[in-house]
Each structure stands twice: as structure tokens, then as C-alpha cells.
């Protein structure tokens, strides 16, 4: 810790410049992302990660997958008042649908992911979020690729 003595600088005065001008490190903590940020991200890289497993494409499933685990550490740094909560959802919900895409097996992702969809709808009825339902859109809306990879090819014909 920084310590104000003998003119040093206190944390709260330390500053990162850039060409556009001064943050302090509480202006920066401040517009770390929260939970309406962090939560579309989750929700879309959810839907992603279904149209990749279901196109046969399981490693872009497991990014996607492990993307939504990237925003939860985030989530857990910003909103540590989630931290626990989105552990249990890791371990109950993120983590069968992960075993599913390990085991490039479509049924066992389904029932996971239905699960999955269950368990978010437990979480924001339980913060208060009742008005908020995820919910599977009908076509995949990605600009990825979602076959297996080695189908791949750059001519105009790939969907
Ligand atoms: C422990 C697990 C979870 C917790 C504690 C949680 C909590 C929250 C909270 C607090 C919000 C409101 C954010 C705000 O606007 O301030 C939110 C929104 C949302 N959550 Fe979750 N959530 C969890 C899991 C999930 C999962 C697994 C999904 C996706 C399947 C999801 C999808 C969404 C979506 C789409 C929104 C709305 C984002 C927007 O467009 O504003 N959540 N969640």
C-alpha cells in the first residue's frame, strides 16, 4: 500500500494518462464492467455455444463456454456480492454442459444445456431478477463457422 508520507503519492491520487486525458484508480475500478454487461455477454456466448455444439462444432462451443467463465471472474471481481453464487452455477450447471462438449455427445449437451437454462432463471428469481429469462433464439445468430472445422471452405459456400 501506497502510504501518504514524505509527499508519496496516495493510491487515490495515482493517475493513468491517456492522449484523450487523467483516470484516477477509483475513476478506472469504476467503469469495470457489472452484472448488465457481464450477464449479455454470458447470455450470448450461452446461445453461441449451443449453435457451435449443435453444428458439431465442439471446440467453438468450449470457447464460448469458457468465455462465459471469463466473465464470471470478472463478475466475481466486480460484483464479489455474486461470487458465490455464480460458483454454484459453474459447478451445477457450466460444468455437465462442459463434460457434454468433452464428450462431443449432442442429447447429454441438450439435457445439460436445458438444465443450464433452468438454473439461470434460478439465480434471478433468487436476486430479484424475475423479469429477466434467458431464452434460446430459433436461428443461430453467429458469424462463426459452426461445422466441424475440417468441413471448412473459404468459397463462399460455408454457412
Ligand atoms: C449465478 C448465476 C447468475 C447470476 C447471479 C445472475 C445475475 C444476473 C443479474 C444480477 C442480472 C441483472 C444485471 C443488470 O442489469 O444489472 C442478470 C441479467 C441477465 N442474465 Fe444473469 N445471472 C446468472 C446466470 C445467468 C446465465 C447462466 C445466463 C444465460 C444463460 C444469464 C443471462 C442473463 C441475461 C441475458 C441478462 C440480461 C442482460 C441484459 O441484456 O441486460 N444469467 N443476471
Do not use: C
Amino acid at each position: 500500500m501506497i502510504r501518504a508520507h514524505d509527499g508519496a503519492l496516495t493510491v487515490s491520487e495515482i493517475k493513468g494518462k491517456t492522449h484523450h486525458g487523467e483516470m484516477t484508480i477509483d475513476q478506472i475500478a469504476e467503469i469495470q464492467p457489472g452484472m448488465a454487461t457481464l450477464m449479455k455477454e454470458t447470455g450470448d456466448r450461452f446461445t453461441q455455444a449451443y449453435y457451435a455444439a449443435k453444428g458439431g462444432n465442439w471446440k467453438l462451443a468450449a470457447h464460448h463456454l469458457n468465455q462465459i467463465r471469463a466473465a464470471f471472474r470478472a463478475a466475481k471481481t466486480t460484483r464479489p456480492k455474486y461470487a458465490e453464487d455464480l460458483s454454484a452455477y459453474d459447478k451445477d450447471y457450466l460444468l455437465p454442459i462442459f463434460e457434454a462438449v468433452h464428450n462431443q455427445n449432442w442429447s447429454e449437451f441438450e439435457i445439460a444445456f436445458r438444465r443450464g437454462e433452468e438454473g439461470s432463471d434460478v439465480y434471478h428469481d433468487k436476486r430479484g431478477y424475475s423479469h429477466i429469462k434467458y431464452v434460446l433464439p430459433k436461428e443461430p445468430p453467429s458469424n462463426l463457422y459452426l461445422g466441424p472445422p475440417e468441413n471448412f471452405k473459404r468459397d463462399g459456400t460455408a454457412r
